[in-house]
């Protein structure tokens, strides 16, 4: 719900991917009353929540409309990113109120060698 920093997201525990030379994210999301421009990203940190990478952004009226469910898959590799054994996921929204909602749902984090 609205951008409220942390309180506006979900984060995963530390995950180890320092053997992994990629990684997918799949999952399901849908949104309720997101203006148009209003988004949420899917970031990336490799030292445990510290500090985070921006990986996708997903804007309302461009990439997605209100009530509609999706499917969406990110891939990255260990020559753009660096893969540790303390990295985390996180989802958080940016929206302007409480009623802006995005829910996100069947998240699956697979690594290959």
């Given at each position: ?12 525990d530390n995950i180890d991917?320092?053997t992994y030379n990629q990684v ?90």
């Amino acid at each position: 719900r609205d951008n409220s920093g942390v309180a506006s997201s979900m984060t995963s525990d530390n995950i180890d991917l320092s053997t992994y030379n990629q990684v997918d994210i799949t999952f399901d999301f849908e949104t309720v009353s997101m203006e148009t421009g209003e988004d949420f990203f899917l970031r990336y940190s490799d030292d445990g929540g510290t500090s985070w990478t921006t990986l996708v952004i997903y804007v309302s009226g461009a990439d997605f409309n209100n009530n509609t469910k999706y499917t969406r898959t990110i891939s990255i590799d260990d020559g753009t990113y660096t893969f540790t054994s303390n990295a985390q996921f996180r989802f958080q929204a940016d929206a302007s109120a409480n009623n802006d909602e995005v829910f996100i749902d069947n998240i699956h984090i697979e690594g290959y060698m």
